[in-house]
């Protein structure tokens, strides 16, 4: 059962430090949030040199569809890997920072759960840097994958609008947080299969095409 109490304490310094940092930096001395090293001498992050290190470091060949980690003589194509080729997913590349390991699982951890929000910059220059390093074709707007309104008033935000953000900003891409939206609540993702989840979120999800939204699609 989580301690609500220790949450909202946790939430309110997170909040708190998001404005007054340099302040609380003197009473809350920043530490790493996925080592807990201190960070007196790194300043204005609130990750650890040595953390970043190691994710930047996982990078590895991948499919470029579901992200799947290609072996030694395992092959991929533009359709993606064997298990996506006889899918029809509609999108064509997707980028992955690291697989679901430490430091990173850490790190997101506290950032959506633990409500530490001060972690969208690190993380989210950690996707803007792998962006800006990969080829890929004009971007119109970068979009969030959207909360149901249920889950956002409970968590107070959407974790992928403040990363969503924080890469607009990096690419300089403007970001639409008002054309994609969840049209139904839907479990969480994180304990089913891959066709579980594909299932879970079918149909979960619309456009609503707004007339600027349109004219900036095709360059009117
Ligand atoms: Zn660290
Ligand atoms: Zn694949």
């Known amino acids: 059962m989580p301690d609500l109490h220790q949450e909202n304490k946790v939430f309110s310094v997170s909040a708190i430090r998001n404005i007054f940092s340099g302040f ?42 579901c992200g799947l980690t290609l072996g030694p003589g395992i092959t991929s194509s533009s359709k993606g890997c064997h298990e996506c080729k006889n899918n029809s997913l509609r999108f064509e590349n997707s980028f992955f920072v690291s697989d679901n390991i430490e430091p990173v699982r850490t790190l997101i951890r506290q950032f959506k759960y633990n409500k530490h929000i001060c972690l969208t910059t690190p993380l989210g220059s950690l996707l803007a840097n ?42 300089s891409i403007p970001v639409s947080t008002n054309n994609l939206f969840r049209a139904r609540n839907t479990l969480s993702q994180t304990q089913l299969s891959r066709t579980q989840r594909q299932e879970n979120v079918k149909g979960a999800f619309k456009v609503k095409i707004q007339r600027c939204f349109i004219k900036r699609m095709f360059s009117w």
Request: net charge positive.
């Open 24 to 65: 609380l930096d003197v009473l809350y001395p920043r530490h790493c949030f996925a080592c807990d090293k201190s960070l007196h001498e790194e300043k204005n992050t609130y990750v650890c040199e040595s953390c970043l290190k190691i994710i930047e470091a996982t990078e590895a060949r991948r499919c470029i569809k």
């Open 130 to 171: 792998l962006l800006h390093q990969k080829t890929i074709g004009e971007i119109d707007f970068v979009v969030p994958v959207p909360l149901h309104w249920k889950k956002k008033q409970e968590r107070g935000f959407n974790q992928s609008e403040l990363m969503a953000k924080r890469i607009s900003k990096g690419l």
